[in-house]
């Protein structure tokens, strides 16, 4: 994912790269609108969602239009936040292919990407304006307004995505823009006119090859990862006729249309509100005044703060700067190596992604239908485990390079940085408590921690201004629409996917000889940190999760253990150098080069693949809370 600091995926740092113009007046107005827009959407949601809750508890009267229109602002958020990340360079997409090619085939390489976005948007389009006059005597139950208004953030954002390419393609080198354009075009036009000749020669087979073989090499070549998966999906129905555009547009709406989703941007404004409000900042010093002091210094205290941030923030992109912006200046002036400093963020960062609350595991009980509140507290002692065995390795490689250890802080300075951890870490009760008390739901309590949150940067520790709130809703409303518009593509995919009965197959494969428990665990890992490095992590939990999981419980794995495995596994792609779009933006906070960072990355991988191994071997660590708070 993007990070909330430096967006990494942006392309504005290559000369060949295409830009958006910021200086005429039509994209002044098109920015600003989309501004509007989407930040009153998160705004209205987070109202929405905590007055709801106010208004069951106190009134025993939940507001079930405020509940009825919050579909509406998850697409507004999906569909117009990610055409405003799109148009901000934050889409993530894989350039370690096209950083290493010529200034000649880097352009090439940027107008087909362009000329590709504008052919999936201009497709999504039609399927979207076919959707809206389909659904239009349809009426909601309470307000019975008109479903297809439901569908209009589609409409609206696809014309951004339209527009932002054309512009992009202009601003491009005009040869280049021409020299791939053209055949471009003429290979869409013959494809379409002779359709009725070759489609009967397509298997379905054959039609799923190609969409996956057209995936892959989209992302390859630098398709922001939510196209692609979006023209695998349609390449396949294309081909096969099992579904019209109509149908992968419900698919997309349908996709974002889930309120347990409404917690993914609330965590991420709450990470925003804590990176700039100062509360990450004295969560750090409060864990550097009690670990600084163990050998190893300020990577264990990186670990530590990790940890602890994960616990109150979903966003791992947050964390990541959270924690990487507070300590990079504290770390070279004690000469620390940076470089190592960017890959234990980094493995900490894959450790965090089972520390609740958690985007990915949102994400994994979306798909799978477990309990939220059930893999928020069966993360914690997994994450623990595998924090100790990053905290051993830097304990050893201190010790044999006779590093020097930092004196324990002074009582005095301990009393003092625990007073100032004090009211952050009352966000971890407010978010624990009110799950296992069944106060209200996960994606509730969200919204009263980012409340919570607010209030401490704004009026207790006075460090988050207006301008700095404004600024923080708009990049919250950025991040969350470039994750939830690659969610509502990756419906579409997963349903093609489904269709295809790929699902099936895998069962099939998987379980047709006499393979162990520990194999096909073995080989779920490995799937996805493959998985996740290519598809910026989410991606690749709802594409595979809902496919293996059944594979695992006929193999006797308990689903509760089994998801936290997927999303750790996972989280290790999104952080794996070279590919994982996680460390770069780790290298970007860190401000070091990524290949120095991927050389200090080794031994913490292999780590990392141990610790994950025991959770694996040992079901107990994943078991054990929720068995006790009985919410396994």
């Not at 609330?266 to 969560?283: D, H, V």
């Not at 739901?441 to 704004?458: K, M, N, R």
Request: charge should be positive; proline fraction near 5%.
């Amino acid at each position: 994912m993007a990070s909330e600091e430096t967006p990494v995926t942006a392309r504005g740092a290559d000369p060949a790269a295409p830009r958006v113009g910021t200086g005429n007046r039509v994209a002044r107005a098109i920015d600003g609108t989309l501004k509007v827009i989407v930040t009153s959407a998160v705004l209205y949601e987070l109202a929405a969602v905590a007055g709801n809750v106010l208004s069951r508890q106190l009134f025993d009267s939940p507001v079930y239009w405020a509940q009825e229109l919050t579909p509406l602002a998850l697409t507004t958020i999906a569909f117009l936040g990610g055409a405003m990340a799109y148009r901000r360079g934050a889409h993530a997409f894989l350039h370690v292919f096209i950083d290493t090619l010529p200034l000649r085939y880097r352009r090439a390489c940027y107008v087909l990407v362009e000329l590709l976005v504008l052919t999936v948007a201009v497709t999504a389009e039609v399927g979207a304006l076919t959707l809206f006059a389909a659904r239009w005597n349809q009426l909601t139950p309470t307000l019975e307004v008109r479903v297809s208004w439901f569908v209009i953030p589609l409409i609206a954002g696809m014309v951004v995505f339209i527009v932002t390419a054309i512009e992009r393609l202009l601003s491009q080198h005009r040869p280049t823009v021409f020299a791939v354009g053209a055949p471009f075009a003429a290979l869409i036009l013959l494809a379409l006119l002779t359709h009725h000749t070759w489609s009967p020669w397509i298997t379905a087979d054959g039609a799923l090859g190609l969409a996956l073989i057209l995936f892959f090499a989209t992302v390859l070549i630098g398709v922001p990862v939510g196209f692609a998966l979006f023209l695998g999906a349609f390449v396949y129905f294309y081909m096969t006729g099992k579904a019209s555009i109509m149908v992968l547009a419900h698919t997309m709406v349908n996709g974002v249309g889930n309120f347990v989703l409404l917690a993914i941007p609330f965590f991420i404004f709450a990470g925003i509100i804590m990176n700039r409000g100062g509360i990450s900042s004295r969560l750090v010093n409060f864990v550097h005044a009690c670990v600084g002091h163990v050998r190893g210094g300020l990577y264990q205290v990186m670990v530590v703060s990790m940890y602890v941030v994960s616990g109150l923030s979903g966003s791992k992109s947050a964390d990541v700067a959270a924690v990487g912006s507070v300590m990079r200046d504290m770390l070279r002036r004690k000469g620390y190596s940076l470089e190592k400093a960017a890959a234990v963020l980094a493995s900490s960062a894959a450790m965090g992604e089972t520390v609740p609350p958690s985007v990915a595991m949102l994400v994994i009980a979306w798909v799978t239908s477990l309990s939220v509140g059930a893999l928020f507290i069966a993360g914690i002692i997994p994450a623990a485990v595998i924090a100790a065995c990053l905290m051993t390795l830097i304990y050893v490689q201190s010790r044999l390079s006779h590093a020097p250890r930092a004196p324990r802080a002074s009582l005095h300075h301990l009393a003092g940085a625990a007073l100032g951890g004090v009211l952050p870490l009352l966000m971890l009760v407010m978010l624990f408590g009110g799950i296992l008390l069944g106060i209200a739901t996960p994606t509730e309590i969200s919204a009263f921690a980012v409340v919570y949150g607010i209030v401490l940067a704004c009026f207790v520790y006075r460090e988050l201004g207006l301008r700095a709130f404004a600024q923080g809703v708009i990049d919250c409303a950025s991040i969350a629409g470039m994750i939830l518009f690659v969610l509502a593509t990756a419906s579409s995919f997963a349903w093609a996917l489904t269709v295809a009965q790929l699902p099936q197959r895998l069962v099939g494969l998987l379980t047709g000889g006499e393979q162990s428990q520990w194999v096909f665990l073995l080989t779920s890992i490995l799937l996805l940190v493959v998985a996740g490095s290519i598809l910026d992590g989410l991606p690749a939990l709802l594409i595979l999760a809902p496919i293996l999981m059944p594979i695992a419980v006929q193999a006797g794995v308990n689903k509760l253990h089994y998801a936290l495995i997927l999303v750790i596994a996972m989280g290790m792609g999104a952080f794996m150098p070279p590919v994982g779009i996680g460390f770069y933006i780790t290298c970007a906070v860190c401000e070091t080069t990524i290949e120095k960072s991927a050389r200090e990355m080794v031994p913490f991988l292999i780590v990392l693949l141990f610790g994950l191994s025991l959770v694996a071997l040992v079901p107990w660590f994943a078991l054990v809370l929720p068995g006790i708070f009985h919410l396994g």
